[in-house]
């Protein structure tokens, strides 16, 4: 069965940097735009970026755009978020998610959780 | 950019109850509009995409409707393992289209 799994959360101070990375398995990645959705604590769902399957094309939102980078890695079945400098609003759980044939996410890992604090 | 509400941001309702939540668009968004059901600690999942159409393996009594500026969710008969929050979620095309929430809607037991 298809299970994403998130790692590399943390503490890290204001300006600093984490990346992030989601194992994928039960599925062929190359076949399927990923992306990365984050959680503020007691907060909504805040979609952050994604990137295509083939062309490796990555979007952002505006929040984050210009201090995090997708990337994925499909022999290592492996997708990255590379978060620099970090601000206190990026404190969230982050989850990985698979985007399904129309653009909604139809698996989701666990989440990790970073936190940014001095 | 489009904006998503959700309506309302709360509610109690009791077993069996009929519960409908509201999403609506700043602009027209045809039909590209998902649900998700998220619970305490645990990541979303998807029920509904493209604004009605139910996901494999999700019961019945959820439902969605609604294109253009205007969707609803339903749950035709609340269970307990409904309580949860549920999230909208708006997309544009692909690769260059940006992706928007709504706000969420908690729902718990009366």
């Known amino acids: 069965q298809v299970q994403l799994v998130e790692s590399g959360g943390g503490l890290v101070k204001p300006g600093g940097s984490l990346r992030l990375s989601c194992a994928a398995s039960?599925?062929?990645?190359?076949?399927?735009?990923m992306s990365w959705i984050r959680q503020a604590p007691g907060k909504g769902l805040e979609w952050v970026s994604y990137?295509?399957?083939?062309?490796?094309?990555?979007n952002y939102a505006d929040s984050v755009k210009g201090r995090f980078t997708i990337s994925r890695d499909n022999a290592k079945n492996s997708l990255y978020l590379q978060m620099d400098n970090l601000r206190a609003e990026d404190t969230a759980v982050y989850f990985c998610?698979?985007?399904?044939?129309?653009?909604?996410?139809?698996?989701w890992g666990q989440g990790t959780l970073v936190t940014v604090s001095s | 950019d489009i904006q998503m509400t959700q309506s309302p941001s709360s509610l109690s309702a009791s077993v069996g109850d009929r519960v409908t939540i509201t999403c609506q668009a700043s602009?027209?968004?045809?039909?590209?509009l998902n649900w998700y059901q998220q619970k305490p600690g645990k990541a979303p999942k998807l029920l509904i995409y493209?604004?009605?159409n139910l996901k494999t393996g999700v019961p019945s009594r959820f439902s969605g409707s609604g294109s253009g500026t205007d969707f609803s969710f339903t749950i035709s008969s609340l269970q307990p393992e409904d309580i949860a929050t549920y999230y909208c979620?708006?997309?544009?095309?692909?690769?260059?289209?940006?992706?928007?929430f709504g706000p969420g809607t908690k729902v718990d037991m009366k």
């Open positions: 998610a698979r985007i399904g044939a129309a653009v909604y996410f139809d698996s």
């Open positions: 039960g599925f062929t990645l190359s076949d399927y735009y």
């Open positions: 990137i295509s399957s083939r062309t490796n094309y990555p």
């Open positions: 602009q027209d968004i045809r039909n590209y």
């Open positions: 493209d604004a009605s």
């Open positions: 979620q708006h997309y544009d095309d692909l690769p260059r289209g940006k992706v928007t």
